[in-house]
């Protein structure tokens, strides 16, 4: 039941040719850092609003940033996540993340999660094969609730974008990364985590965010997949993405180097996983950056089935 539908990109895929005349104007030479790229407002999509304001970073640096404010994509739809019954195909579901896989939550998958987790207190339907799953806001509530309990026990939980209408978000990233010796741990990860919770912002405004706990989903029984391109809702965080799977905006680059896909919050770019042909970098740090001359310092998302993103940040950020 592995991902076999891989997402095609559900498109914008922004074009740029790179080289030092192309890019001139976005990247100024630092004799300390090497090459570093300021960030292109312009690469966010229509549906967000980009101002520019006065801003102090996490290491005092007053600068200017990025006010960024957006909603929901403007680039794909949202959804669908829970399929109706176990006759479903793919198209009718989304997607879940374990130990490293993506996994069409079809019709199939919910049928079978009992053999899948090896626990036959899974089932999630009835004799008619209908799927139990939330149906209203408040359900949506109480089944994001850490202590939900057992009222939604064998429930698959999906809040539709109805939950969130009006709800805006506003993130500040540097509108220049500045280069820090330390990496700084994001909120909750260890000692240190003074650093923002959310990794960065793609180009629609959707967050990338923290990993999903899906320890605490499955111990209560219940199942909140994620869509086909890796993001789900809450009523207070919004759409938001858990894996990168490349259905959002993403930049080719010429190079065959992989395409871009949005900032960190300390304004360095972030990029697909995987370069054109197929391979990972084999030199990334452990917040998953690394350095060329192109692109300055920039990081590599996990793979999508990792639930996780980036793992710390490089540059300042905005507290």
């Known amino acids: 039941m592995q991902k076999s539908k891989f997402i095609t990109p559900l498109l914008i895929i922004v074009a ?3 080289s030092a005349n192309s890019c001139k104007d976005d990247v100024t030479p630092d004799t300390e850092v090497g090459t570093v790229v300021n960030v292109n407002p312009e690469l966010f999509l229509n549906g967000t609003t980009v101002t520019t304001v006065d801003c102090i970073l996490s290491d005092g640096t007053k600068t200017t940033c990025y006010q960024i404010v957006a909603s929901t994509p403007t680039d794909h739809q949202m959804g669908p996540w829970c399929p109706d019954n176990i006759s479903d195909g793919a198209e009718a579901g989304g997607i879940w993340l374990e130990n490293g896989n993506v996994y069409d939550v079809d019709g199939a998958f919910i049928a079978n999660m009992a053999t899948f987790y090896n626990d ?9 094969g209908k799927i139990y799953k939330t149906a209203t806001e408040q359900d949506c509530i109480n089944a994001a609730n850490p202590n939900v309990g057992t009222a939604y026990k064998n429930y698959c939980v999906q809040c539709i974008p109805d939950y969130i209408t009006g709800l805006q978000r506003t993130w500040l990233i540097p509108t220049k990364p500045v280069k820090q010796k ?7 990860m260890g000692p240190g985590s003074l650093g923002p919770a959310v990794r960065g912002i793609a180009f629609n405004g ?9 320890d605490n989903i499955l111990r209560a029984y219940t199942l909140a997949p994620f869509d086909d391109a890796g ?3 809450n009523v207070h965080q919004g759409y938001h993405y858990h894996a990168a799977t490349g259905v959002s905006t993403k930049v080719t680059q010429a190079d065959g180097h992989a395409a871009m896909i949005g900032y960190a919050m300390d304004g360095y770019g972030m990029y697909a996983q995987l370069n054109e042909d197929g391979t990972e970098p084999t030199d990334l740090d452990s917040c998953r950056g690394h350095y060329d001359d192109t692109r300055g310092y920039h990081y590599h998302v996990d793979a999508p089935g990792s639930n996780n993103f980036i793992n710390c940040l490089a540059g300042a950020y905005v507290n």
């Open 182 to 188: 330390t990496f700084a741990n994001f909120a909750g």
């Open 206 to 214: 959707v967050e990338y965010s923290a990993s999903a706990p899906t």
């Open 16 to 18: 740029i040719l790179i």
């Open 231 to 233: 993001g789900h809702i």
């Open 120 to 128: 036959n207190t899974w089932k999630m339907y009835d004799a008619n």
